[in-house]
């Protein structure tokens, strides 16, 4: 006869002294003969049994505590619940949520409230209307830039692309110079072109030192244009140095701030002009290397506006002045960017393509300029430059292997030259004259440049 399932049960499980008394097991688990003695008695334990225990507590056999749980810890009491006018615990702060709300915009001044009642500065409403004329050809440039009062003032401004990201300033992109009947507005480089050349005409003018060039904080983009374009600016008239000495009022610090040499260029439009000078961000740093900018109105008529008022925000200083008798003299008070060391020869000219040129003097490739780097090709183009005095296009033709594949690409002519000086530094050069040819490409001072101030770190502190 088979044992019951209770007799398995207590055979194959150690029972803790003086166990709790069970009720009757049911019987519809009852085993079949073909399974084992235990399952058959495991299965026969029914969840739903309901266990009688004694009104007296005992231990617990230590087979039967958790080993992850201490035996003798208390456990602890929860906190009285809290009275229905207690104020909920605060919620947890997602990473999400704004730690502080937003500031409220502060009220603005009575000076900001003045401004903005002022009419919008438009160089259009001007009477009579200068001209504003756009351009990315190099020839046209020059000529209109030919056609600029030389004797001066004028106000020259600049704009560039401005990436968020470190490192993220673009080149100049766009120049615009203006005299008193003209706006010019030159486009040197797009997203997907850019001139030959910085214009030989708007560099000339923009180094000459008898022509006055005013603007706001211009010394600083004079600063960038021979960082970007290798162009030494001179003439510079900072507008708000010039206020300072014109106006008896710019000693007022709630006019001026705290002493600051430069003045926003709204700013003295509001006070001089007594116009407001739009400076709506999304078009202050647009993308002013389109390729389509000439039809953008928008920004045409930021660039132009910010021309234009500089010069008469001059004029009005010179007359005001004028008019409390201060003697005023921009000339001998204003700025350049100047390096020695990059001026060139007074004398320097390069042989023309239309005259008779003489042969490029021999020079040996050694193998001591191999093993520094010096090309065959360096070497030549130094020779056909510094010993031969041909020009930049005389260069491009000679210096081509194949002259059935066209001339070579001013920027490849310029590599050459500077690749031969910078791996054989005892060659004999003019740093001037090298940087007149650099200047020869647009981009290729962009490239030198930092070469350019190693060469001469002196001159650049």
Not at 142 to 164: I, R, T
Not at 195 to 219: C, D, Y
Request: aromatic share 6%; proline share 9%.
């Amino acid at each position: 006869m088979s044992k019951s399932p209770l007799s398995l049960v207590s055979r194959c499980r150690p029972s803790p002294p003086s166990p709790p008394r069970r009720a009757p097991m049911s019987t519809a688990n009852v085993p079949k003969a073909s399974e084992s003695r235990i399952l058959a008695a495991l299965a026969g334990m029914s969840l739903t049994d309901t266990v009688v225990e004694t009104s007296e507590p005992r231990p617990v056999h230590p087979f039967f505590r958790p080993t992850t749980t201490p035996a003798a810890k208390p456990r602890a009491t929860a906190p009285p619940l809290k009275s229905a006018t207690s104020l909920p615990a605060p919620a947890k702060k997602s990473s999400l949520t704004r730690v502080s709300p937003p500031k409220a915009p502060a009220a603005p001044t009575a000076a900001e409230l003045a401004a903005a009642e002022l009419p919008v500065y438009d160089y259009k409403t001007i009477n009579p209307a200068p001209q504003m004329r756009f351009t990315r050809n190099e020839a046209d440039a020059n000529k209109w830039v030919a056609e600029l009062d030389q004797k001066g003032p004028l106000s020259v401004d600049f704009e560039w692309v401005v990436v968020y990201r470190k490192g993220g300033v673009r080149p100049i992109s766009l120049v615009q110079v203006a005299d008193a009947r003209s706006i010019l507005v030159i486009q040197l480089r797009t997203s997907n072109s850019s001139m030959a050349r910085f214009p030989l005409e708007l560099q000339r003018l923009l180094e000459n030192p008898t022509v006055l060039k005013s603007g706001a904080n211009i010394l600083a983009d004079a600063k960038k244009l021979f960082k970007d374009y290798g162009v030494m600016m001179a003439g510079l008239v900072e507008l708000g140095a010039l206020a300072r000495r014109a106006d008896p009022a710019s000693t007022d610090a709630k006019v001026w701030g705290n002493g600051k040499r430069i003045v926003a260029l709204a700013k003295l439009v509001e006070r001089y002009l007594h116009k407001r000078l739009r400076k709506d961000n999304d078009v202050r740093v647009s993308n002013w290397e389109d390729p389509a900018l000439q039809r953008n109105e928008a920004q045409l008529e930021y660039a132009a506006n910010d021309a234009y008022c500089g010069l008469q925000v001059y004029n009005q200083l010179i007359a005001l002045a004028k008019a409390n008798d201060i003697t005023l003299d921009p000339i001998s008070t204003a700025t350049r960017v100047h390096h020695a060391s990059l001026v060139p020869p007074p004398l320097a000219s390069e042989a023309s393509s239309h005259e008779t040129l003489p042969p490029v003097p021999s020079m040996l490739l050694t193998p001591a300029m191999e093993s520094a780097g010096v090309a065959p090709q360096h070497l030549r183009a130094y020779r056909h430059w510094a010993l031969g005095h041909r020009d930049m296009d005389t260069m491009c033709v000679e210096l081509a292997i194949r002259p059935e594949a066209g001339a070579l690409a001013r920027g490849t002519v310029v590599t050459y030259v500077v690749s031969a000086i910078k791996h054989w530094p005892s060659l004999a050069y003019d740093l001037g004259k090298l940087r007149v040819l650099i200047q020869t490409d647009l981009k290729s001072w962009e490239r030198h440049f930092e070469w350019v101030a190693n060469v001469a770190p002196e001159d650049f502190k």
